[in-house]
Each structure stands twice: as C-alpha cells, then as structure tokens.
C-alpha cells in the first residue's frame, strides 16, 4: 500500500509570498493528483500529472519520478488561496485512475 | 455542468438509523467512488464502481452497502448507524481514458 506524506502540515503565509507545499509516496504510481479544499467546502482537483511539470494560473505542480516525490507551488499568493492542499497518487493497475490513496492535506493560511 | 451532485448536504441520524446518501453524475464516467474524510486524516476509500452493475469494496467498507444500477447513479446506504460513520463523505467519479477526478460537495454525518 502506498504511503503518502505531505509538508508540511500547516502553512501561514503573508499575502504576495511564494509557497511550496511537497509530497513524497512509496511505491511506483500512475499519476499523482492536486487536490484543493476550501474550509468546509468540497475538493476540488487542480492537477494529474505523471511526469514534468504542469501549470495553471499561479500554480504549478511538479514531480519527480525517480525520487517519488512531488511539490505544488503557489507564486504570489492571495488570501483567496487559502484552503486545504490535498495530494494524492492512483497506482499502476491496468492503466486505471482510480482507487486514491490520499495524503493529509496541508493547511494554508495566507494573510493579507 | 452539475458534474457529481451529493444530497442530503447536512443530516443527523441517531444511533440505530439507516439512511441513503444519494449521488449522481451527468459526465458518463464509469468509474464512481464514495470516500469518507475524518479529521486529520487522509480520504478513505469506502466502496468503488467500474460501471453499472459491478461494485466493489474498498478500504473501510464495514457498515455500508451500495448499488450501481445505471451509469448515472451511486448511493451509498448505512444500515443501523453508528457513531464512528459520523464523517464527511465525499462522492467521485472519473474516465479512465480523461484525466483527473470529479468530487461531489459533500455530505456532513453526523451520528448521535
């Protein structure tokens, strides 16, 4: 079974500021996913990537395949951006996504 | 798009109770999940679907049932609730052949 860590746990961070959050798993995978939860809200996904490196807006997902380990950054950050940052991987079983296995999450605060 | 629709958003049941967390989805992905999220901790996969008819259980399965009988559809029935089901539950779904997951928005339980 896939262990998935993520850090940190918590994050402030004032507003305009870059932000990394990482994420390491054990074993060999599919994909790995981004995941977004505003307090009390639903998730969101934001990324699945494989290999490189993606971006979207102000954010930008990166792994690494050979050190199982991937990092979301965030450049200049906004209040709005606070939410619970879930990472997560799917592993190799046909080609199928799915069955999950959910790090979990890490808090970001950003402060005006 | 409505994309996954959950109802009931918030509901209390007493110990004993049974009740049907209802989910849909209009995007024609095969694949449904239902996952639950306590508090500090990583999302926990209850029970998954490949399709219509074909269900099967995932990690924390015990004290839940669920049926696919069209593509559309997803319910997850508790029987005789107890306190440790008092979760957020989160409905998913995905196509294998696109990338990325679908999430619901939620349902609040609480066993009381």
């Known amino acids: 079974k896939n262990e998935v860590e993520q850090s940190p746990q918590n994050l402030t961070a004032q507003e305009g500021e870059f932000i990394t959050i990482n994420c390491s798993y054990s074993?060999?995978?599919?994909?790995l996913h981004w995941l977004q939860q505003h307090p009390g809200g639903g998730i969101v996904s934001l990324f699945m990537l494989s290999s490189g490196k993606k971006k979207h807006g102000r954010l930008i997902a990166t792994i690494n395949i050979q050190e199982k380990h991937s990092s979301l950054h965030i450049t200049a950050s906004h209040p709005r951006d606070s939410a619970v940052y879930i990472c997560a991987v799917s592993e190799y079983s046909g080609g199928s996504n799915y069955k999950l296995t959910f790090g979990k999450g890490t808090l970001l605060t950003v402060n005006p | 798009n409505a994309g996954v629709t959950q109802t009931p958003k918030f509901r209390i049941l007493k110990i004993g109770q049974s009740m049907t967390l209802q989910c849909a989805q209009d995007?024609?992905?095969?694949?449904m999940y239902w996952y639950r999220q306590d508090p500090g901790m990583g999302l926990k996969l209850i029970y998954y679907s490949v399709g219509a008819g074909i269900t099967d259980k995932g990690e924390v399965p015990n004290g839940y049932n669920v049926s696919r009988s069209t593509t559309e559809d997803f319910p997850l029935r508790l029987e005789l609730a107890a306190p440790s089901q008092t979760s957020v539950y989160f409905c998913a779904s995905s196509n294998p052949s696109r990338y990325g997951y679908t999430f619901g928005s939620g349902t609040r339980l609480t066993v009381v």
């Open positions: 995007m024609n992905h095969n694949y």
């Open positions: 074993v060999g995978i599919s994909a």
